[in-house]
């Protein structure tokens, strides 16, 4: 954050307290000027010539970017306090509020990983015949473009693009590496007289290209926005123009972030085989994560970065990259923080996405009540990667509600997963998710809300799980029961049933997490709720049906122990003593086996089944049907064998 804030009342529209900002802050601020844009633009040169600072207008950024290049200076950075704060019903009341802003806009966000995506411009387009010919006559000077129609009426002599006929059957990929299968496939052949000729029809053709004009007016085929595949509605000719236009664009090598990231270690899809896990594959609306082995891949041509994926992962290790979760922390701490030491009480935070909530605020605020004082807008990358952790996060540290503004394009199914886990932990309303489009509504639902008394702030640090339990506690205290879940939370009990299980551990060596132990000393399970991550694998794994699962949330230090689920007392083997196996388990075999079974048919044999390994092994070694046992050894010969032949 720059040193210097540059700030305006914007030709006094709105109060602007210097003195109390640069207290709450720690920042110098300069004069609160009224025309910064205009008329005192000679003062905004002068204070950007002096470097280190941050304009307070966001409106007219344009201009003063403008100015710091005739000055052949860097541009400076710049803040909007005005729609966000100073235009309100509740402007004079706004300090504390302007002040969070400015400290939470200081913070520089880290740095993400880009990868390039090379397009060498071959473009497939769909459509009517006339309509598709039409924009792949314009695009053939800056793409290598082909057209697939169903059939052709008047094929165009000239060759400047190529015309096949066919239907797709099938498209994957993005941009750069779309992946085709169409089937009825006709090539036009070169050469002859008259009207072009095409070849036999055939099925199952492969082909590729590095970006799709779709100009069908059919059902998209893709369900989610993919990078090189545009779409228009054939029967709107400007759309149409605006599509061909950006196709041309996508010609050359761009850049594209690695949304998230992903640790293969703790991953809870599989193992052995046995399916657990499958949260984020259920929650990628694009396709991009797959399962592959044990773990999952994230395809990161095809990831649209809404960030689902790391929102529903028990177990942390899918990530949001972009938007790292200690990173927005600590945005929400310092709006919440700041906020209470400029003088607020009981801030309210309001989560939104990019454009549309920038904009449904600035509306709000330029024709409508705007936004309340105590209301603090906190704009994210992704809303569904906004999870029951962040959202208890918020109330952890001290805000007194949290409301999340939707965009029309939003999905809902996480979100509302997310809210009604965070719901059930923090036993609180003051949760919401805003579905609107209509600024004026919005203020309304701002300002008529009635909230409790936050709680007492705490500073959460760690993972996802680790600053739910914290945030948790600093809502609900320490409650004698724990929180029961919804279904499919990944918090949650183990629960056994000690009459079906016989304590065989399989269920220990398939948990990814290390919940399930057992006791090298003696037959025990033991359980670590803390470690849970209600995958499902035990239940899936276990050869008797034993193990269930149980959706709750124990905030006690009981969650933190190793607790005994199920224990046995061992069997002693009648050869040597030492302790093996389950007593239980061993007496039941012997009752269905000895005696009755062709291999234990004999006393001898059945006595098998009571020893140890090694006995058991030394026990079939000496005895007369062992399969190892061959002709009786020689005996030694002494010397008094040799002295007693020679005196014979």
Not at 210 to 216: A, E, F, Q, W, Y
Not at 371 to 395: K, Q, R, T, W
Request: with cysteine.
């Amino acid at each position: 954050m720059s040193n210097t804030l540059i700030l305006c009342d914007c030709s006094g529209s709105q109060k602007v307290d210097a003195k109390k900002l640069s207290k709450a802050t720690g920042l110098k601020c300069s004069r609160v000027h009224t025309a910064l844009c205009t008329t005192e633009l000679g003062d905004a040169s002068a204070l950007i010539k002096a470097g280190d600072a941050t304009i307070a207008c966001l409106q007219e950024q344009q201009i003063f970017e403008d100015l710091a290049e005739e000055l052949e200076i860097p541009a400076p950075d710049f803040i909007d306090l005005r729609d966000r704060a100073g235009w309100s019903d509740e402007g004079d009341k706004s300090g504390p509020k302007m002040a969070a802003l400015v400290a939470e806009s200081g913070l520089s966000a880290p740095a993400y990983k880009l990868f390039d995506i090379p397009s060498f411009g071959q473009c497939l387009i769909l459509g009517p015949e006339e309509i598709a010919l039409e924009a792949a006559a314009q695009l053939s000077e800056t793409l290598n473009v082909t057209v697939l129609l169903e059939a052709v009426e008047s094929p165009p002599a000239s060759r400047d693009f190529d015309l096949v006929l066919g239907k797709l059957r099938r498209a994957k990929g993005s941009l750069g590496r779309f992946d085709l299968r169409i089937d009825a496939l006709q090539i036009r052949e070169p050469g002859g007289r008259g009207a072009p000729r095409f070849s036999s029809p055939r099925d199952d053709g492969q082909s590729d290209c590095d970006l799709i004009l779709d100009l069908s007016g059919n059902q998209a085929l893709f369900a989610h926005k993919r990078d090189g595949y545009l779409r228009a509605d054939p029967r709107n000719p400007s759309v149409v123009a605006k599509a061909v236009f950006e196709a041309s664009q996508l010609v050359g090598n761009f850049e594209k972030p690695f949304y998230v990231a992903y640790d293969p270690h703790i991953c809870a899809h599989s193992r052995s085989g046995i399916a657990g896990c499958s949260s984020c594959i259920d929650a990628c609306e694009t396709g991009a994560i797959f399962p592959d082995g044990e773990q999952v891949r994230i395809d990161p041509n095809i990831c649209a970065g809404c960030g689902d994926c790391s929102a529903v992962c028990p177990s942390g290790a899918i990530s949001y990259d972009v938007s790292p979760f200690s990173h927005l922390l600590r945005r929400i701490e310092a709006l919440a923080s700041t906020y209470r030491t400029a003088g607020g009480k009981a801030p309210r935070l309001l989560v939104h996405e990019g454009e549309f909530g920038s904009e449904m605020i600035s509306l709000a605020a330029r024709f409508g009540r705007g936004l309340p004082a105590d209301v603090l807008p906190l704009e994210v990358e992704s809303l569904p990667a906004f999870g029951h952790a962040e959202m208890l996060a918020a109330l952890g540290m001290g805000f007194a509600a949290v409301d999340i503004l939707l965009t029309p394009k939003t999905g809902r199914s996480t979100l509302e997963r997310e809210l009604a886990l965070a719901l059930a932990i923090s036993d609180n309303v003051a949760l919401r998710l805003l579905d609107l489009a209509d600024p004026d509504v919005l203020s309304e639902k701002l300002y008529g809300q009635e909230v409790s008394t936050p709680a007492n702030p705490v500073l959460p640090i760690g993972n996802r799980r680790q600053v739910t339990r914290l945030a948790a506690k600093a809502l609900r205290g320490q409650p004698e029961a724990p929180i029961v879940l919804p279904e499919a939370a990944p918090y949650g009990a183990v629960v056994v049933d000690t009459n079906a299980c016989t304590l065989c551990l399989s269920c220990v060596s398939l948990c990814p997490s290390g919940a399930l132990l057992d006791n090298e000393d003696m037959p025990q399970l033991r359980f670590q709720e803390d470690a849970c991550l209600q995958c499902g694998i035990c239940t899936q794994g276990c050869p008797e049906n034993a193990i269930s699962l149980k959706p709750q949330l124990d905030l006690s230090d009981n969650a933190f122990s190793q607790r005994v689920l199920h224990e046995e007392e061992p069997f002693a083997c009648i050869s040597c003593g030492s302790l093996f196996g389950v007593k239980s388990s061993v007496e039941r075999i012997v009752d269905m086996l000895a005696g009755k079974h062709p291999m234990f048919a004999e006393s001898e044999s059945g006595k098998l089944i009571q020893m140890c390994d090694k006995c058991r092994i030394e026990a079939q070694y000496h005895s007369d049907s062992s399969p190892f046992q061959g002709a009786a050894r020689p005996r030694t010969r002494t010397t008094e064998d040799y002295l007693k032949r020679r005196d014979s």
